[in-house]
């Protein structure tokens, strides 16, 4: 048995690729595969209203909200964001809690004039924490505020809603479909697929329509403009037919298994389980103040990084996969997406009790 921790693009849920294998060389009983038929098709055009009415179904999308399916992943929202909404002299705030942030605001920079960070992960008695909103610097005229509410390579998570008067961007890339959302909070969530989507190279975006309806259309790329996308129902030019798919199987999946309520109850049960074992050794630490914790990615280090070559062979041998850290960050990084069963995490505290004992 292997239980994959890669951060993404990461494990995909065991019944979704079967699912996809049996039916590879025979869609929908038309004698081709998906990849082979056109996006015009009828019979892909109802997969993709399929995929969409699901998606609506388990994330609750208000009426006012329109849903694409996008090119370029979570980065190619870093820079659609801002030159959609955003004029080339506006202000936009951004919070930076963590890497992912950061590469957003770098984004941002080359299209609009001033980019303010409201605020920065700072280091606290208890860990790294996110400073509360009422130390926040906010703009008084910003077009948006952007902040990325799951920090994959951190393992920091801002789990309350901003809360100000301008349109609130989320990249919800490693944290989407893991918990019930209020998504009429939210201006844009925008969300790369290969983490608790899909295969990579492909993106989720919900707008609210009086934003779509203030695209600028000028100076976006086509491909990426929100408004054209949507009038061609996220088909202006060919799109990631194969991704498009095994999203809309994935949101299958999500609905069977009892939607988002159930991801996570899953998702916590996981969590606490590896969260417990850490802070209970000598031997583990994570240093993410309890409050700012993610329930997706748990970065761990082991005390002695001496012992993290060997920590990482004997995982690989027990069929425990990509659990080395980010290498911005070093250490371990234990990613649990929807797909990951509670089964894995077990497997994996397992281990690491065992592993701390022979080397403690
Ligand atoms: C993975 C990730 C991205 C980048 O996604 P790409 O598809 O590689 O562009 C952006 N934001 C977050 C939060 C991520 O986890």
Known sequence: MKYNFSAGPAMLPAPVLAKAQQELINWRGLGISVMEISHRDPVYVQMTEEAEQDLRDLMAIPDNYTVLFMHGGGRGQFSAVPQNIASADATVDYLDSGIWSQFAIREAQKYVEQVNVVARVTETAAGKAIPDFSDWQLSPNAAYLHYCPNETVDGIALRQIPQVSVPIVA?????????????????????????????????????????????????????????????????????????????????????????????????????????????????????????????????????????????????????????????????????????????GAQALVDFMTRFAKQYS
């Open 171 to 343: 990249d919800m890339s490693s944290v989407i479909l893991a918990e019930p959302l209020d998504v009429s909070k939210f201006g844009i969530i925008y969300a790369g697929a290969q983490k608790n989507i899909g295969p990579s190279g492909f993106a989720v975006v919900i707008i609210r329509n009086d934003l779509l309806e203030k695209t600028q259309q000028e100076r976006v790329c086509t491909v990426m403009n929100y408004k054209v996308q949507a009038a061609d129902k996220s088909m202006y030019n060919t799109p990631n037919t194969f991704a498009w798919y095994l999203a809309g199987e994935v949101f299958k999946w999500i609905k069977a298994e009892g939607g988002v309520e159930a991801m996570a109850d899953l998702n916590h049960r996981k969590a606490s389980l590896l969260y417990e074992c850490v802070d209970n050794s000598n031997f583990y630490r994570n240093t993410v103040a309890v409050a700012y914790r993610s329930i997706m990615n748990v970065p761990f280090q082991l005390r002695d990084d001496a012992l993290d070559a060997e920590f990482l062979r004997q995982a690989q041998a027990e069929g425990l996969m990509s659990l080395k850290g980010h290498r911005f960050v070093g250490g371990m990084r234990a990613s649990m997406y929807n797909a990951m069963p509670y089964e």
